[in-house]
């Protein structure tokens, strides 16, 4: 039986492109290019692409750049859209947890919950960080996002994803899990196919000490988490209880 982000992502890659969390691209890649130099000769993979909006944008500006997911319609899509915008752009079906590069990659990045958080396990979520890890060359920058804890302790999470999402998704009967930080929903959208699909969602939270031991782990030297905001990428915005997720940003 698939897991529920694997039918979450199954036929809803034109409705994915239409949520509010997905509009904020150019900002987000426009981060992503300060923090390489804008350094068009770096080589870099995208963990969790979707439909690629990130990794069309950073091909459009010379960017050699590698796509992986697991949703075998979002790659469809990413497809198109890399065709229709005259780039190319590697798109392959992998799994986070399991994949492997003979060549390593100066960036990796994993944004807007790409494979992270979303796994039912905590040594599943930690296989993805320790290959992103190994798909990096020394002195490789490894930038992504994940669900702050900090925002459920204080928020409901239900109110949020409500009011940030479009095309009938909806959050119901959410169970915070002070014991393992992962949050228990029911969640409720309408694909591309106008059919309404239910899942039961678990998602897990993380403490930004967490993050930097994780990651520390792995023998990143340097760890840097700031406040996530969506299409506002930006190492000035501190993390507080106030942001959903956190933006992380380690060097090999």
């Known amino acids: 039986m698939k897991q529920w982000y694997e039918q979450l992502f199954t036929d809803y890659a034109n409705s994915y492109d239409k949520e509010i969390y997905t509009q904020g691209t150019i900002a987000e890649v426009d981060f992503i290019e300060k923090e390489i130099g804008h350094d068009t000769s770096r080589t870099i993979l995208d963990i969790g692409c979707g439909t690629g909006r990130h990794a069309i944008e950073l091909a459009k500006r010379g960017y050699s750049v590698t796509g992986i997911d697991l949703s075998d319609s979002q790659l469809a899509r990413a497809r198109e859209k890399a065709a229709i915008a005259g780039v190319n752009v590697t798109f392959l079906k992998r799994d986070a947890r399991d994949f492997y590069f003979e060549e390593p990659f100066d960036l990796a990045f994993m944004l807007c919950e790409g494979a992270f ?127 959903y997720e956190m933006l992380v940003v380690a060097v090999k």
């Open 117 to 243: 958080s979303l796994m039912e396990t905590d040594e599943m979520n930690f296989q993805i960080l320790q290959n992103a890890e190994k798909a990096l060359k020394p002195g490789g920058i490894f930038i992504f996002s994940c669900l702050n804890v900090l925002f459920p302790l204080y928020h409901s999470v239900k109110d949020f994803i409500n009011k940030n999402t479009e095309n009938e998704l909806k959050s119901e009967e959410n169970t915070f899990d002070l014991m393992s930080f992962r949050d228990y929903s029911t969640l409720t959208i309408k694909d591309d196919n106008g059919i309404n699909k239910t899942m039961e969602c678990n998602e897990r939270y993380y403490a930004p000490s967490e993050i930097t031991w994780l990651l520390k782990s792995l023998n990143f030297k340097t760890i840097d988490i700031f406040g996530c905001i969506t299409g506002d990428f930006r190492r000035d915005k501190p993390l507080s209880t106030e942001d």
